[in-house]
């Protein structure tokens, strides 16, 4: 993180066991996305005091690169709990997913890879078929069919001709896609 994170306490003494909980879970938030600028928390509670229990409201405002990351919780007298922590808890949770999905959106851009091109020369070929085998050029017999023929004609390929091709998997193994001849 570059700035130090600011936690501010409303309404609600600071206790260092509050706040070093808080710390820990900014800490955590780093793991999962590494550009963090920095952090501002406030822990809030009403200003009067209810008979069925304390409400505390936290709001995270977290820093990054593009759009900040804002959260606000809050855990109040219906929950029937009178933890703190809980409420920083769901704070920190519903940050550390909107961080996720940040870094996974603007951080991570998936690439499509493309299989190698790879060079063969006819072994077999089956032309009322329409279908034959190549002889790879590391030793490997791949199929392939008249359709994925993309450049040359499919009367011009005879055994030894020379192609090149990309190679795919499905139900019954290897076979050519892309093939075309070469010159």
Known sequence: MQ???IITFRHLDPAPEIRAHILERIEELEKYH?????CDVVVSAPQK??????E???RVTIRVPGPDIRVERSLGRSEAVHDINLAVHKAFDAARRQLKEQARKMGKVEVKHHAPILHARVDRLFPGEGYGFLAADDGR????????????D????????????????GEKG???TN???LD
């Open 3 to 5: 700035s130090e994170p």
């Open 34 to 38: 590494p550009r963090i600028v920095s």
């Open 49 to 54: 005091a209810h008979v069925t229990g304390q």
């Open 56 to 58: 505390y409201v936290i």
């Open 141 to 152: 017999e791949v199929y392939f069919e008249r359709d994925n023929l993309t450049a040359g």
């Open 154 to 169: 499919w009367n011009a390929i005879a055994v030894d001709t020379k192609v090149r091709f990309r190679e795919a998997f």
């Open 174 to 176: 290897a076979y050519a």
């Open 179 to 181: 093939v075309a001849i």
